[in-house]
C-alpha cells in the first residue's frame, strides 16, 4: 500500500541505505571512507571492480587492518569470473535444474531463489569466522564465496551417489532416490 515491495522488505529489514555514484569522486572518497571505519564489508561485483576503484581488500586492509571484507561472486576468480552472478544460471549450470521437476519433463529451477540463499548463509558462517579470527588475532580476513561452489555443496547426496555408485541423478518430481516417505 506504501509502495514498498514485500520483496525489498523482506531482505532489507532493518537495514540504511546510502546511495553513491561511483563515477562520481566524492562519492568514491565518501565510499572509502566508509570502508575504513567499518568491520565487515560486502561486495558483490565482478572480480575486479573494487580494484579498478580502489575499494579492493589489499588497498582496504591497509587502513583497516581488522577489516572483514567479503566478496560474493557467481562462479568465483577464474576462468568463470566473467560470468554473471545470478541464481538462476548457478541453478542451470551447477546442474539443479537438471534433477528439478516431473520425470517427463524439461529442467525446472526452483521456487524459491535458494543459491543466493544458500550463498549468503556460507558468506555469514565465513564472516563470523573472520570476525571470531579479528578478535584472537586484531587482523580482518577476506571472505571468498560464490554461487556456484555454494550450489554444489548442496548436491552432497547427488556428489556422493554418483561418486559412490555410479547413479546418475535424474528428476524425479517428489520421490527421492534413497530416502522415505517422499511423494
Known amino acids: 500500500a506504501d509502495g514498498e515491495a514485500t520483496y525489498f522488505l523482506s531482505v532489507n529489514r532493518n537495514k540504511d541505505s546510502l546511495a553513491l555514484d561511483f563515477d562520481d569522486p566524492e562519492d568514491l572518497v565518501r565510499a572509502r571512507q566508509l570502508a575504513l571505519e567499518c568491520d565487515v564489508l560486502v561486495e ?12 579492493g581488500y589489499d588497498e582496504l586492509k591497509a587502513g583497516n587492518p581488522g577489516l572483514v571484507y567479503c566478496s560474493i ?5 577464474g576462468a568463470g569470473a566473467v560470468i554473471p552472478g545470478y541464481d538462476l544460471l548457478a541453478q542451470a549450470v551447477g546442474g539443479l535444474m537438471s534433477i528439478t521437476g516431473d520425470p517427463d519433463g524439461p529442467p525446472q529451477k526452483v521456487g524459491v531463489a535458494v543459491v543466493d540463499v544458500l550463498t549468503g548463509l556460507f558468506a ?23 554461487l556456484l561452489s555454494c550450489l554444489l555443496s ?9 561418486t559412490a555408485g555410479g547413479v546418475v541423478p535424474t528428476r524425479m518430481g517428489n520421490l527421492h532416490p534413497s530416502i522415505t516417505p517422499y511423494e
Open 44 to 55: 558483490n561485483f565482478r572480480p575486479g571492480v573494487m580494484d579498478r576503484l580502489g575499494l
Open 73 to 77: 561472486t557467481g562462479f568465483g576468480r
Open 124 to 146: 555469514s558462517v565465513g564472516v563470523l569466522a573472520a570476525l571470531h579470527h579479528r578478535t584472537a588475532t586484531g587482523r580482518g580476513q577476506r571472505v571468498d564465496v560464490d
Open 154 to 162: 548442496s548436491l552432497v547426496n547427488q556428489g556422493s551417489a554418483y
